[in-house]
């Protein structure tokens, strides 16, 4: 559909806004019945029937207007001021009990409905709740005391409308520049729109304007572990805990920092500690199967992980982790339950997302690939509807490393970095290989693997500036200062040595770096990077099945795969040209095929001497924290390699972008 018609349609859409405003009900009703005649995109649709509907109750036709408001529901279940519109027409009808479950469901999806509140609290009092009266007040209250434009901003947080909240916010911020309320609502948003260095320095920034700020502090605590800084956030989850010492939530926090440190054993003690306190708490036990998982000790990780759907039967992310050990087998009992989970209304788009991709592993695992594929392909849509990836966007990334990244910037700034030798980056696309890979190289004497790092995407964010418009990165590498090359390879160094023991190199094997090979090599001259690479079709399958937990957006539609591949590609190409013989590829089939060939090849690359045990990779003990973790702590199997095949007839928009 082209843009004039939208914009027509937005226009009839204001103009129906007006006429109620002005209280014109029966000319918006009027002209609302002949936009319905014509062909408009779903946003569209969603907004006239809210309209429709608040036009029918103020004209106080309020069955009609609860049909309206059905017809938007069908379309989008969680429309919080739909259930709230519902809630209206239901007090209207006299039936006070629906009304009170609609404005319930309205504060459920957006608490932040002063309306809807208000309505509660005298629909509780009437029915002597009085503990809920007391709740209902104390949040509205809350939302009573921000300012209004901050309560508009949560309003569309939770409405999704987050770019527009994000201008309001900035906005106030520069009328308010100290306010701390509205710095924590920007970094928030900031997280939701996964601009994770402008969050993290609104927190910081709050929490040296007020150090006491319990939310701000809890706030840049969970974001310190989204984004993997595990020594940071020790550091901040020990100054809550010393404010608020019984705080169940933040001794979880820190049990999962310890996770995330490798200090898995101390972790396991922690979210032990927390069951004993309150043994109910779903999420407590999928942590502690987390953590065991990590160390190895699968049996008890499955139990964990059972207990915590059985404790909370819609627990996706139970049933999800359960599948992502690879090696577990779902009974009859368990997919019959997953796919009556599904089917219940109201389930949250996270829970149902992953039910989705366990029941693909789980009809997978027993050669039923249609149903596999039907249950993987909605579980990529659902995921997909709401990530807002643009395939353009890394392509033009692409084009930009090649444009900028030239063999002449390295010739005249390739020096300039920290010369160290210690880190070994593994790249590539996920699911290509690169656990396996680090698997190898972590059972040599003399290298540490550590886990996937965050240090060189969040370098290169920041180098990309705040103001994302600017896109300064890459281009800057060519005018930043010449110290600035050795600096920042000595605080990559300085920030990785926490996920480090005791030898002189180790890992870092996130798989986005292969984006920034050239920022790696000019701060980091020394640094050896190797090209976890699979065949294109078994890779690409292989990432479609996979829910990762955050940064993957491009592999929940398989166009978006196979374009990712050929981008990737492209720019490995550019990389060999302009850094020659400083990447190793190495393809999963060799390794399969002839692994100690590979393991030799790949140990001669880094300069270090062989060593059979990375030959026996398997039998090598340690902390483990990806989807690949079972299935490299077992030896090399053949079976994996040509999956996609059982699925090939489904796989046609992937053939077709591969091409």
């Not at 014109?24 to 309209?51: P, V």
């Not at 609502?185 to 304007?209: C, M, N, R, T």
Request: hydrophobic share 35%; aromatic share 10%.
């Amino acid at each position: 559909m082209n843009t004039p018609k939208f914009s027509a349609i937005e226009q009839q859409l204001k103009s129906i806004q007006k006429l109620i405003q002005t209280a014109k009900f029966d000319d918006a009703i009027s002209l609302a019945k002949q936009l319905h005649q014509e062909s408009i995109e779903t946003t569209h649709l969603i907004e006239l029937w809210y309209l429709t509907a608040v036009a029918q109750r103020y004209k106080k036709a309020f069955i009609e207007a609860n049909n309206s408001i059905q017809a938007l529901l069908k379309l989008n279940d969680s429309h919080a001021r739909a259930y709230q519109e519902q809630g209206y027409n239901n007090l209207a009808l006299r039936k006070n009990s629906q009304a009170k479950v609609s404005f319930e469901q309205a504060v459920k999806l957006n608490p932040s409905l002063v309306a809807s509140w208000q309505e509660l609290i005298n629909l509780y009092r009437d029915d002597k709740q009085l503990e809920e009266v007391q709740n209902a007040a104390n949040q509205l209250a809350k939302l009573k005391q921000l300012p209004p434009p901050l309560l508009a901003v949560t309003e569309l947080m939770h409405e999704g409308n987050f770019h527009k909240a994000d201008q309001i916010c900035r906005h106030f911020l520069q009328q308010n520049k100290q306010h701390i309320e509205g710095m924590c609502l920007l970094a928030e948003i900031g997280i939701q729109l996964k601009v994770y260095d402008d969050a993290e320095f609104l927190l910081a920034s709050a929490l040296e304007l007020s150090p006491k700020h319990i939310y701000a502090r809890s706030q840049y605590l969970n974001l310190l572990i989204k984004i993997g800084k595990y020594k940071v956030a020790e550091q901040q989850v020990e100054k809550l805990l010393k404010e608020q010492p019984n705080n169940l939530s933040f001794k979880v926090a820190k049990a999962n920092i310890l996770t995330g440190l490798g200090k898995i054993e101390q972790a396991i003690t922690l979210f032990k500690q927390a069951i004993a306190q309150d043994n109910n708490v779903a999420e407590f036990h999928l942590q502690l199967g987390h953590a065991l998982k990590a160390k190895g000790d699968i049996s008890k990780a499955i139990s964990a992980y059972q207990t915590a759907y059985q404790l909370k039967p819609n627990y996706g992310d139970a049933y999800w982790s359960l599948a992502n050990t690879k090696t577990y087998r779902f009974s009859d009992e368990e997919i019959n339950q997953m796919q009556t989970q599904q089917a219940q209304k109201g389930l949250s788009l996270v829970d149902s997302v992953q039910l989705h991709f366990a029941t693909g592993k789980a009809f997978e695992d027993r050669k039923e690939y249609q149903k596999s594929f039907e249950a993987y392909q909605q579980g990529n849509a659902l995921q997909s509807s709401h990530n807002n990836f643009d395939i353009h966007k890394i392509e033009q990334q692409v084009n930009d490393q090649i444009k900028y990244c030239t063999a002449e910037l390295f010739k005249n700034r390739g020096n300039l970095g920290l010369d160290v030798p210690d880190p070994i980056f593994i790249v590539g696309l996920p699911r290509a290989g690169s656990t396996l890979l680090e698997q190898i190289l972590a059972s040599h004497s003399q290298v540490d693997g550590t886990m996937e790092l965050h240090n060189i995407l969040g370098l290169a964010s920041r180098l990309r500036g705040r103001n994302r418009a600017d896109n300064q990165y890459p281009k800057n590498l060519h005018v930043i200062k010449d110290d600035y090359f050795q600096r920042f390879g000595q605080q990559f160094i300085d920030e990785t040595k926490v996920y480090r023991e005791h030898a002189p190199f180790f890992i870092d094997k996130m798989p986005n770096n292969f984006l920034h090979i050239g920022l790696i090599k000019l701060i980091l001259p020394n640094a050896k990077i190797i090209d976890a690479r699979r065949s294109p079709m078994a890779c690409c399958f292989s990432g479609f099945k996979q829910l990762f937990a955050e940064g993957q957006d491009f592999s929940y539609n398989l166009e978006d795969l196979g374009r990712y591949y050929q981008a990737y590609l492209k720019l490995m190409s550019h990389w060999d040209q302009v850094l020659p013989n400083q990447v190793l590829t190495v393809h999963h089939e060799d390794v399969v095929e002839d692994l100690e060939t590979q393991v030799r090849r790949i140990l001669n690359y880094c300069g270090l001497t062989f060593e059979q045990s990375c030959v026996d990779f398997h039998k090598t003990k340690r902390n483990i924290k990806t989807p690949s973790s079972e299935q490299v702590r077992q030896p090399i199997y053949k079976n994996a390699t040509e999956q996609w095949q059982h699925f090939e007839q489904f796989l046609t928009p992937l053939k077709k972008a591969l091409k």
